[in-house]
């Protein structure tokens, strides 16, 4: 019988059916290996299912065990991303692009939260103890009860950790990380797997809250922290723009609290400052109401956020016209185009599109559907929506529009910041009276029509 074996590549993890000295993936010379079960004990023989093994004892759902205990750091916009504060043996990912703010993130939380009680380690595999002390320095932390070192050797970082027990270890980055029992360099995958591995296991060991930073590049590299996702309780995204001062922290995956939660941050020249009400900083830089701007009524995770969709349309001097998007995503754009084409005859042939979610927001959710068609049209007809409107709402193939989750806390939050119409799906449950006048479009060409009909 042919032997089952696999090999794969050590630098990007590329899997392969037989040996060769370079990998076809990466180019990488001599980092193909063969794969060894960790688990099993020697090559497979026979099937499982002939063979006989001991039986594991079932148990019921129910449990007297308490909820593991958390801390607060006293940051609610930190808190309340991580489902209620630090949880006890527990792992995280943090990730995010490289200068996006990590280490300064989780610096200001090592002493926040060693402020409110817990022993603190943090490692920096990257920069030395005077780059962190500096930075420590210019946070105003410097006199902070934190512990710090500068190391990347696994071994030695879990020998410390296990004799000082400390209540949260952060290890920044996980990619410099180097465990001596795996024969690759630092930042490959074997090497960020079997550290985020090794990590997590003690942190639940010992008792311990540990906390990965990852960097991702910009190509979404393979041995980004892709491959520890799967592995720690909870994941975290650090995103923002470069260019703006805002600074967005969700969690994609939560074993302890909901996902899809945001922290909004600002970076300043003191490190981060938490943002109490994003959508007033959001449309703080909104001017008079120009055609192509609209304010779309958006929630991310439990939070409402007002922000302004801007469009431009524009002549195009191109056989095939421009579709450029910041901040959305560029296939239902083109969806939303299509629809409008199809469905409400406003054709977009021949102009170049664009469009921006306004101070580097990245929306996601389908109730955008409806601001975004509402600042495409407005920018091809140029004219200017009622100024004091907010717009959501989802659009599907049809023309149709369709309610949306969470349509009273949109309603609150546009009321909370002085709007006094809104432009939405008609929903088959009543909301309580928000005090905004509403309006309900039967369809997406009822509410082209309605809103630039009589142009
Ligand atoms: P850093 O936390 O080092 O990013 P990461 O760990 O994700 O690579 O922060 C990088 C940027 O943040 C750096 O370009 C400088 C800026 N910064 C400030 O604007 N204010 C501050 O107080 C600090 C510490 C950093
Ligand atoms: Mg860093």
Not at 58 to 78: C, F, H, I, N
Not at 82 to 88: E, I, Y
Not at 96 to 109: C, F, H, V
Request: contains cysteine; hydrophobic residues 40%; charged residues 20%.
């Amino acid at each position: 019988m042919a032997k089952d074996l696999m090999f794969s590549c050590t630098e990007c993890g590329a899997k392969s059916s037989k040996w060769s000295g370079q990998c076809d993936a990466c180019q990488a010379w001599n980092t193909i290996t063969e794969d060894q079960a960790l688990s099993t004990s020697g090559p497979k023989k026979k099937s499982l299912g002939g063979m006989r093994g001991k039986t594991i004892p079932l148990t019921d759902l129910a449990t007297q065990e308490k909820a593991p205990p958390r801390t607060l750091s006293g940051v609610d916009e930190l808190d309340r991303v991580l489902g209620g504060g630090l949880t006890k043996a527990s792992a995280l990912l943090v990730g995010g692009d490289p200068g996006i703010g990590k280490s300064t993130l989780l610096l200001q939380a090592a002493a926040r939260f060693a402020r409110n009680g817990l022993k603190v380690i943090y490692i920096s595999g990257e920069e030395s103890n005077a780059q962190v002390q500096m930075r420590a320095r210019r946070l105003g932390l410097e006199k902070s009860p934190v512990k710090l070192a500068s190391e990347t050797n696994l071994r030695d970082i879990l020998t410390t950790l296990e004799k000082e027990a400390p209540d949260l270890a952060i290890i920044d980055s996980i990619q410099t990380m180097w465990a001596d029992n795996v024969d690759s360099a630092p930042g490959s995958v074997s090497q960020v797997r079997s550290s985020a591995h090794e990590l997590t296991t003690f942190a639940k060991r010992n008792d311990m809250a540990v906390v990965m930073v990852g960097h991702v590049t910009k190509e979404g590299a393979i041995a980004g922290p892709r491959v520890v996702e799967h592995m720690v309780d909870t994941v975290l995204y650090f995103e923002g723009e470069r260019g703006h001062q805002f600074r967005i922290l969700r969690s994609v995956k939560n074993r302890f609290g909901p996902a899809d939660e945001i922290g909004v941050f600002e970076m300043t020249g003191k490190g981060l400052a938490e943002v109490k009400n994003p959508s007033a900083l959001f449309l703080s830089e909104r001017g008079t109401p120009a055609p192509g701007s609209v304010v779309f009524g958006g929630i991310e995770g439990t939070r409402p956020m007002l922000c302004e969709i801007q469009a431009l349309v524009a002549p195009s001097p191109h056989s095939q016209p421009r579709r450029s998007v910041v901040g959305w995503d560029g296939g239902r754009l083109a969806m939303i185009l299509a629809v409008l084409e199809s469905r409400c005859g406003v054709p977009f042939t021949g102009l170049d599109v664009y469009l921006n979610v306004a101070g580097g927001l990245r929306i996601t959710e389908p109730a955008a559907d409806l601001a975004v068609a509402a600042a495409l049209v407005s920018a091809r007809e140029d004219a200017a929506l009622p100024a004091d409107a907010v717009v959501f709402g989802e659009i599907s193939l049809s023309g149709a529009l369709r309610p949306v989750v969470q349509t009273e806390n949109r309603l609150k939050e546009a009321q909370k910041l002085g709007f006094t119409s809104a432009i939405t799906p008609h929903q088959q449950k009543q909301v309580a009276a928000s005090g905004l006048s509403l309006r309900h479009p039967q369809d997406l060409a009822g509410f082209v029509q309605d809103i630039f009909g009589d142009r």
